[in-house]
Structures are given as C-alpha cells and as structure tokens.
C-alpha cells in the first residue's frame, strides 16, 4: 500500500540556523499538508497545499516557514531561522480530494514524522 | 473556532475486553467529517475510523465502532476484543466539510491506550 514518506526522521539543528524537512506524498494525490505536534501537545494545522501555492495556513505559520515542490514528488518545509521553540514533530499529509468528491478521498494519510530538534 | 477535546490522557484495558475511548468537539457547523487516528510508537498515523456527520448510521470497522451523538458533540472510539496491538496512542479529529476550511484536521490532545496481555 503506498505511504506517505518524509525524511530526515530526526534532525538537530542549531538555534538561527535554516532546516529543509521533506516529505513525499502518495504519487496521485493532489493536496499536501504540515502538521506539528510539540512534545505533550496537540498535533497542529500549519498549511496546506494544492496546485503549487499555499491553500491555507495556521497563525503558526509566519514568515519564517515556507513549503514547495520543487519537483513533481517531494514536498518540502524550510524553516528560515529556527526557533528553540520550533523543537516539534512535524509530519506531513497528503489527500487525494479535499472533500469535492467524495470522504474516501479526503482522507489524509500522514508520513512517520521527523522529529526537530533545536538547540 | 473548532475544538476537539479527549478527556482521557491514558487508558488501559485487557486483552479481549472492550474499552471506549472519549471525544468531544466543539463547532457551530452542520456539515463535517470525524475521524480516529492510530498512531503506535514510533509509526505513522493511521486512520482507524470515519465518519461523516450527516449520516446518523454510526461508523463501524471489524472491532472498531464509534458512538456519533451529533446533537451532545460526542465521538468515542470503542475497541473491542482488545489485542496487544491496539496498544498506541488514538486522536481524535475534526474536518469541516466543504464550504468550509480547506481541509485542515483539528486535532485532540490523544489517548495513550495500553493493552495488558
């Protein structure tokens, strides 16, 4: 069965330094999402993504983040200047509708996650 | 704004019983999905169980079954005949349908269930 992948599985990075978070999601899907779940809390909305711009975003996701595809498989997260509070598991999504068609479709299956640290 | 709430950090249950797994959610829109995510150590998320709200028949997978009280707000996740490999953590989410966000899954703070052999 197909599977969203992401990698690295855990990155740790220094505080101001950039990090790059990729995920590939299942070939025939169309819309893309970041999560983040910091230790102990929620997992959170931060963007999603369909037809090579951003569909909507969290207050998190300010100008420090950003996604694109940079080709016709991966799905990347950078993050400019971490943050000692950017330490999270991010995990990535993909569907294959958004709820247009039918529920099967808009199921988002999610990716193992890269755990971020930031020191 | 939406919320999801599950009351219960941690559960434990033996093996072969059944255990009921709480959610409760908060929305003023008629129209959305919720969902139970799986999510074992170390793995990704799994969907367990959906369901849409319009439907009023309530969602069933194998041992996995759903208590959908739209008018209290209230999805609990029951599992039954519990095996070892049910042991993970389970969030429940909400989606509103269409017309409303893009599709973003609000999420609950999880259940950490634990399967006594």
Redesign the interface.
Known sequence: EP??TQTPSHQVTQMGQEVILRCVPISNHL?F?W?RQILG?????LV?F?NNEI??K?EIFDDQFSVERPDGSNFTLKIRSTKLEDSAMY?C?S?RT???VD?VG????????TRLLVL | AQTVTQSQPEMSVQEAETVTLSCTYDTSESDYYLFWYKQPPSRQMILVIRQEAYKQQNATENRFSVNFQKAAKSFSLKISDSQLGDAAMYFCAYRAGYGGSQGNLIFGKGTKLSVKP
């Open positions: 599977e969203v819309y999402y999560y809390q929620k997992v959170e909305f999603s369909y569909s909507e969290s995990f999504a569907t958004s709820g247009l529920v808009e199921t988002q299956y999610f990716g193992p996650g």
